[in-house]
């Protein structure tokens, strides 16, 4: 059987408002992302992950949803929707969406009639509860801060929302709700999208008997114990997957938040998703590569035969990996960006990059509160605020939380908005666009982007890269090392993360002949018995085998 589409694509998250202004309006767009398919094309990634692009009126940049099935004008009209589709398709090119179900806009109709009356048929496609004590029904916090729970005087019970008031959990043990998501999932479907990128699917599911969530001893906060992953949540997902994979090629990933490996291995596999995000390898705050080390083992360990795991260090809810990993020398982050590039394009499993990583597009922090544009952020600072810490503090306060950071608009040029749009975008330009830019980058021998560019292709030529299981995974000193191999080839992958040279042994590591493939530090490598692997280089060689 031949492998599906997905299991040999390189994934690029387009955060739509972010990308590219077409109509002038400081906003990124569908026709603004259309310009610049050719670009991603010479870059080589061949599956994108778009953000959500559905009418909502954005407290949460699109994971408020108000309608699941007209486009939000800002991005453009569902011409222009068609438009792009058949555009990355004409390009080779994948498309999958970014699918809230978990929660709607507090402005949705069906969240509009759910709250108009408690005998509204529309009433328990949410979830409402009585006051206990005169307050909220239990202790359950919101994930953006302050209580999940949000008293509406009209019918005189609380609403539970995960994340931001205006995000109203979905009661999924409804069948209707169910069946009018499987419904909207259909309607993308036959638009001609390959595949949904399914947000906090994990939450589908809170505990019926609403006990209050326990506090950690040591850090005070609050344990997530009774309103994600709970008993339920895999009938839910395994009946939109079962929908879903009634469609040839359609692909599910998941967002699922565990540190757990064994809590986040249950959500993918045979029935159900088809991956899911693991946020544990590349999510770290400061660079560890014992955590590395243990988080590729434990990938490898935990997974079933039927589990791909999926690679990434930034996302839009991430700062980016560059900034958080640097060092406050430009010289060693880029040289860590580039070993980060490299494991993510040669370690098992499919890749998921994040525009502007491949330029090495460093993290915006806001200055002054009035620069600060996701809620998140702005929840924290008003919760400061009304814990009596000073303006200064709650701004400090604010940053830490902020997701502004990695959504600066793309550095495309070096003009005044970075040939993102004309006018001035919706949120702050990144630091160094004057510089940081692709079209310096392409210019720039040895660039994050040259070796980006490299390693995409290279993985495409290679199914030793792009489909192959570790015949050996191990750490030496500061190297992380590992052999694939798949359809008649090996691959040695070597990255150095340390500054100390280290000689590779002798023969034994690849059979066959090995040819040098690619590395970040030369040009070309002479016999693979005498390797030294110099600081901070990646170094692949690729060998043929006999089956
Ligand atoms: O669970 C978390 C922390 O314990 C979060 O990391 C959570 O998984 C994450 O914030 C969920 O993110 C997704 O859903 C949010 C949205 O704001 C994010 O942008 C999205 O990626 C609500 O829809
Ligand atoms: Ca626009």
Not at 55 to 63: A, Q
Not at 205 to 230: C, I, L, M, R, W
Not at 387 to 399: F, K
Request: hydrophobic share 40%; aromatic share 12%; charged share 25%.
């Amino acid at each position: 059987m031949e492998a599906p589409w997905w299991k040999s694509a390189v994934f690029y998250e387009i955060y739509m408002p972010s990308f590219c202004d077409g109509n002038g309006d400081g906003i990124g767009d569908f026709a603004g992302i259309v310009s610049k398919l050719d670009e991603l094309r010479e870059l080589g990634v061949d599956g994108l992950w778009l953000t959500p692009f559905y009418l909502s009126p954005k407290v949460d940049n699109g994971y408020d949803i108000a309608d699941y099935t007209a486009i939000d004008p800002d991005y453009g009209t569902m011409e222009d929707f068609e438009a792009f589709i058949r555009e990355a398709h004409a390009r080779g090119m994948k498309v999958i969406v970014d699918l809230v179900l978990n929660h709607t806009s507090a402005e949705h109709p069906w969240f509009r009639e759910s709250r108009s009356s408690r005998t509204n048929p529309k009433r328990d496609w949410y979830i409402w509860k009585d006051p206990v004590n005169g307050g909220p029904p239990n202790n359950w916090e919101s994930f953006f801060g302050g209580p999940a729970w949000e008293f509406d005087e009209a019918t005189g019970q609380y609403y539970y929302h995960a994340f931001a008031k205006e995000q109203v959990d979905l009661n999924w043990t409804h069948p209707h709700v169910r069946t009018a998501m499987k419904e909207v999932m259909g309607f993308w479907l036959d638009k001609g999208i390959d595949g949904f990128r399914l947000d906090v699917i994990n939450f589908l599911k809170v505990s019926g008997a609403f006990p209050d969530n326990p506090y950690d001893a040591a850090t005070g906060e609050q344990q997530h114990a009774h309103d994600k992953d709970q008993v339920g949540v895999l009938d839910a997902i395994a009946e939109i997957c079962a929908y879903v994979h009634e469609r040839e090629g359609a692909f599910m990933v998941g967002e699922v938040g565990s540190e757990d490996m064994d809590v986040l291995r249950r959500y993918s596999g045979t029935g159900l998703l088809d991956v899911v995000f693991n946020f544990n390898l590349g999510s770290q705050e400061t660079f560890s590569l014992d955590r590395l080390d243990t988080e590729l083992r434990k990938m490898e360990e935990v997974h079933a035969s039927d589990q791909v795991p999926t690679l990434f260090f930034s996302s839009h809810d991430m700062p980016r990996h560059i900034s958080r990993f640097g060092e406050c020398n430009p010289e060693l982050e880029e040289k860590r960006a580039k070993l980060i590039a490299a494991l993510m394009l040669t370690a098992k499993g499919v890749p998921f990059l994040y525009y502007g990583d491949e330029i090495g597009m460093r993290d915006f922090v806001a200055e002054t509160i009035e620069d600060m544009r996701d809620v998140q952020g702005l929840t924290a600072y008003r919760l400061a605020l009304a814990n009596g810490q000073s303006s200064e503090e709650a701004l400090r306060a604010a940053n830490a939380k902020c997701r502004d950071k990695s959504r600066t608009p793309m550095q495309w040029t070096d003009d005044t908005y970075g040939g993102f749009s004309a006018v001035e975008p919706w949120i702050g330009m990144g630091p160094q666009h004057r510089v940081l830019n692709v079209r310096a980058e392409k210019q720039r021998p040895g660039s994050i982007y040259a070796f980006y560019r490299e390693l995409i292709a290279l993985r495409r030529r290679h199914p030793a890269l792009h489909a192959g299981d570790y015949a050996r995974l191990e750490r030496r000193e500061d190297t992380l090392l590992y052999v694939k191999r798949a359809a008649g080839e090996e691959a040695l992958v070597a990255i150095n993360f340390g500054a100390k040279p280290l000689a590779l042994p002798s023969g034994g590591l690849l059979a066959g002949k090995p040819r040098f493939a690619l590395s970040n530090c030369r040009e070309s490598a002479g016999n693979i018995a005498s390797f030294i692997l110099r600081p901070y280089e990646a170094a692949v060689w690729v060998s043929e085998i006999n089956q």
